[in-house]
């Protein structure tokens, strides 16, 4: 029997795998993070007053995207092989990151929107929903099986997938990444992504104000554009977004009286 005081050596748990290949490739990826103190406190008056609970990564996505139709730079993404050379995705795909407990043990998935300009705030809510309620080795089943393959494997997956794929790279991998950590009252300086956009908010302060920062690939955008990006978005949050929010309270007030 071995003596716990000398400690012990095990192989990478599979809950860790799939983390351990991102930050890989990530530093293939110049990535430069631009913040902006956004009053969001039209659209957060908005979503308490909702009849449908939408939640902040829902508006998020939904408000991104829609800037997206306006910023094509958004929806490129740069290869390097065989030659250096940009491809435009026709519509976004979001990326959310999820952690859900496996058998007690913390994994994290990303789960895939598409086409979420083009959605209703109430359906990418039920989609995000599905990512955090349903069996995960069936919703997230291949990036379960990926986890489990050998590193040689993945890795090469992985480099397919962000170097020769283009069409299928935007529903493998997504144009743009969201991560937060605002529900436990935290904040990430820079999430690892290996998308064009990676999007990241904090919590609200007493004010309505929270700090968004939106890292991007610098060999695609540079630092006024995305000065733009986040007052657009910020434009869309607070107008857009609080009018479906409005509708979806008439739309509830209308199926009552029926």
């Not at 809950?15 to 990535?31: E, K, Q």
């Not at 795909?93 to 994290?108: D, F, I, K, S, Y």
């Not at 007493?206 to 991007?216: E, Q, S, W």
Request: hydrophobic share 40%.
């Amino acid at each position: 029997m071995s003596d716990p005081r000398n400690g012990s050596r095990f192989r990478i748990p599979a809950s860790r795998r799939l983390s351990w290949d991102l930050l890989a490739f990530r530093h293939t990826i110049p990535l430069c993070a631009h913040d902006r103190r956004m009053n969001l406190t039209g659209i957060a008056e908005a979503r308490k007053a909702s009849a449908r609970r939408i939640s902040w990564p829902a508006l998020f996505i939904k408000a991104y995207s829609l800037v997206a139709r306006e910023y094509p730079e958004l929806r490129q993404t740069w290869y390097r092989w065989p030659w250096a050379h940009l491809y435009q995705h026709p519509s976004s795909v979001a990326t959310l990151t999820v952690q859900r407990h496996v058998n007690e043990e913390p994994w994290l998935f990303w789960g895939q929107i598409r086409n979420p300009e083009s959605r209703s705030l109430a359906e990418i809510q039920d989609a995000i929903d599905v990512f955090m309620n349903e069996e995960p080795q069936r919703i997230f089943a291949k990036q379960w099986q990926l986890a489990h393959m050998p590193t040689i494997i993945r890795r090469s997956i992985w480099w397919w997938n962000l170097n020769v794929e283009t069409r299928k790279r935007a529903t493998r991998i997504g144009t743009f990444f969201l991560s937060t950590l605002a529900g436990l009252g935290a904040e990430i300086q820079l999430p690892p992504s290996v998308q064009t956009g990676c999007l990241t908010y904090g919590p609200l302060d007493d004010n309505g104000t929270v700090r968004v920062t939106l890292a991007y690939d610098h060999r695609i955008m540079d630092g006024a554009l995305v000065a733009r990006i986040l007052n657009s978005l910020e434009e869309t949050l607070n107008q857009c977004l609080v009018a479906e929010l409005s509708s979806l309270n008439n739309s509830a007030v209308v199926s009552k009286a029926a």
